[in-house]
């Protein structure tokens, strides 16, 4: 029943990621996110539609203490790209690696178009790998799927931000 209900809520967020993309629904963004949130919880242990998704964490890269060390533009200087994946205007794929400690990152870069007012909301995420197989297991997850791979670094700048945030994720959210 877990992995049934594990697969309807992916389902679902898959359905509201193509409307997003497609259309101009990035209004449906919280209920989108929510939804991989709760795929996630009901997986448990690791466990889920899409195989493991616990990933050791970058200690020693200091965007570990330091997230926000990514938010200003030039956070572009800080990685070197290893490989190009994905390369369309609105989304992205690369292995990059930190030139300060060598730490590689998954990265993904996300946009939704605001056709209404301009304002696109981005969304990057970086998820640390250690081995080939992290990437070539990463590189076959959508979108959506991503979301439940942890720990993962982000940098969202949602609709009506006047600056983008930079936090850790590092385990689905629990419920009070």
Not at 27 to 54: D, F, I
Not at 70 to 78: D, N, T
Not at 93 to 101: E, H, N, P, S, V
């Amino acid at each position: 029943m877990t992995r049934v209900l594990s697969w309807l809520l992916y389902g679902l967020g898959h359905v509201l990621s193509m409307a997003m993309t497609r259309w101009d629904w990035s209004w449906l963004y919280p209920h989108y996110n929510r939804l991989m949130k709760l795929s996630s919880k009901v997986q448990g242990e690791g466990k889920g539609p899409w195989g493991p998704k616990a990933l050791r964490p970058p200690k020693q890269c200091d965007l570990w203490d330091h997230p926000e060390r990514i938010v200003p533009r030039s956070w572009l200087e800080r990685f070197e790209l290893v490989e190009m994946f994905e390369d369309t205007s609105h989304w992205w794929r690369k292995l990059l690696k930190c030139r300060t400690c060598g730490q590689l990152y998954f990265h993904e870069f996300y946009e939704i178009v605001d056709w209404k007012d301009g304002d696109d909301p981005q969304y990057w995420t970086f998820v640390p790998v250690y081995t080939d197989g992290d990437v070539e297991r990463l590189k076959k997850l959508d979108h959506a799927q991503l979301l439940g791979v942890f720990p993962q670094l982000r940098r969202d700048y949602p609709k009506g931000a006047s600056a983008p945030k930079a936090f850790w994720i590092t385990e689905p959210p629990r419920e009070a």
